[in-house]
């Protein structure tokens, strides 16, 4: 079965920091992993998917097999990049999506 | 374009009651997967709908239900409610399925479930 870990649950920086969001998958097949954003008083959103290859605001993910993780990165924290995380999984063919816990960024000013 | 739209947005229902959740996707959209929320985790995936088809099905009993409509619209249905049924249940519509999150999937705002 498909697990998606997210160990932290709150993660604070201040503005300007680098960020790090850890997300570590069990999956024996070949993953599509995503990252999930969730702004105050909106809806989930898709912030990126690892076959795109792509930085969307500042932020980058790698999918790395040999660790099964897919951390999300940002070299300098800003305040509006406070938001809920969350870190996904897709295991077959059917949109079949599983999500960590998610993890609550807090930008310090 | 409205996007994703879910009704009603909250509901408070008695254990053992049946509950009616409805869904519609963005113009053009044929897929809509539902999900549940508990408070203080992530989504879980519930049903997928293709074409009116159920094409995905998560870990949930039989008490939930789904179905697709031919304008696209979906209804999750969940029998003899249970206080742990209380959560967020979201719908996300794509265009396609079959390189499913190629497609980016959009969330709708939810309807939050009570069961007292």
């Known amino acids: 079965a498909q697990r998606v870990t997210q160990p932290e649950k709150l993660l604070s920086v201040f503005k300007g920091a680098p960020v790090e969001l850890k997300c570590n998958y069990s999956y024996s097949g070949s993953p599509e992993l995503f990252w999930y954003v969730q702004y105050s008083r909106q809806r989930l959103q898709l912030l990126l998917r690892?076959?795109s290859r792509e930085s969307i605001k500042g932020f980058t993910a790698d999918l790395n097999k040999g660790e099964t993780s897919f951390h999300l990165k940002k070299p300098f924290a800003q305040e509006e990049d406070s938001a809920m995380y969350y870190c996904?999984?897709?295991?077959?063919?059917?949109?079949?999506?599983?999500f960590g816990t998610g993890t609550k960024l807090q930008v310090i000013p | 374009d409205a996007g994703v739209t879910q009704s009603p947005t909250h509901l408070i229902k008695t254990r053992g009651q049946h509950v009616t959740l409805r869904c519609s996707p963005i113009s053009g959209h044929k897929s809509v997967s539902w999900y549940q929320q508990v408070l203080g985790q992530g989504p879980q995936f519930i049903f997928q709908y293709y074409e009116k088809e159920e094409r995905g099905r998560g870990n949930f009993p039989d008490r939930f239900s789904a179905r697709q409509f031919p304008n696209y619209s979906s209804e999750l249905n969940v029998n003899a409610l249970l206080l742990g049924d209380s959560a967020l249940y979201l719908c996300a519509s794509s265009p396609r399925q079959g390189q499913p999150m190629n497609t980016e999937a959009f969330f709708g705002q939810g309807t939050r479930l009570t069961v007292v």
């Open positions: 690892h076959i």
């Open positions: 996904a999984l897709n295991s077959g063919g059917y949109q079949k999506v599983t």
